[in-house]
């Protein structure tokens, strides 16, 4: 029954694109030619329309994982800040990273769950950014184990604008066989130094464009073709294990961002 609830709120979100949320994690380039340390920026909003912020409850995890530190618990380099959408404020937090070996460095975020009144449920999207410093590939595919994860077959990284993405979802390890996907466009660029989001670059031909919704085939298997450099986001609806919180009804969610580039 809990399933079949959290698969309705799921279509009923995948029905209205401006009401999708994703959790973001966004730092203006994936892919360094050199290590240094980076800023980041933990919003929870509507990467396209940026219509509404939402206020983050809080953070449960934030970690890095690489193939010389392992596992590197983060929560301590994230400061709490007003981010400034350009319908709304909201709270957000900020963090800086030191991304100094050479390879892939995955990022982990778990957020406190976002309680949704309008559908009075519970909204928690796990969510993962890969850095990677000097081209050398060493993590970028690897299966967490997440409680809701989107594994990608595609380096999230290195993909040119008109190429595609590629990725399975799944939940500790097992496919989830034709999961609901979302996946938006970051329609601005972000102004790191006054946490705000830039203006809007793009105008959807209607609500279907805003958030566009795909599915995974029988094996957990989705692939999007990518029609403009810059950053996307996949949004895995409800596939998690865990499906309540706070005696309410919980969707845990899987996201992964991605960048593409510009051929030049």
Sequence with gaps: ???????TVAAAV?????????????????ALTKGKTIELKH????????EHTMDMA??????????????KDLKDTLKPITWKGNHNPGKAYTSKYKARNMGDHVLVMVPTPYFE?????YIQQITKSVINVAGVPNGWDADLGLKAEIV?????????????????????????????????YLNNVPDMKNNAMGKNKYTAPQDAFVTMGIKANKDGEFTFAIPKA??????????????????KELSQDAVIWIEAKPMK
């Design 14 to 30: 995948m029905a209205t694109g401006a009401l999708a949320h994703f959790q973001m994690m966004y730092t203006p380039n994936t």
């Design 152 to 184: 990608p077959l595609t380096k999230p990284y290195a993909i040119y604008e008109g190429g595609s993405f590629t990725g399975i979802v799944k939940s500790k390890g097992k496919v989830v066989p034709y999961a609901e996907i979302e996946v938006e």
């Design 58 to 71: 809080g953070v449960e995890e934030f970690y890095s994982i690489t193939e010389k530190k392992g596992k």
């Design 117 to 121: 009144k309008r559908e009075d449920v």
């Design 1 to 7: 029954m809990k399933k079949l609830v959290i698969s």
């Design 230 to 247: 810059g950053f996307w986001a996949f949004g895995a609806l409800g596939v998690g294990s865990d499906t309540e919180y706070k005696g």
């Design 43 to 50: 919003v929870f909003t509507h990467p396209f329309a940026d």
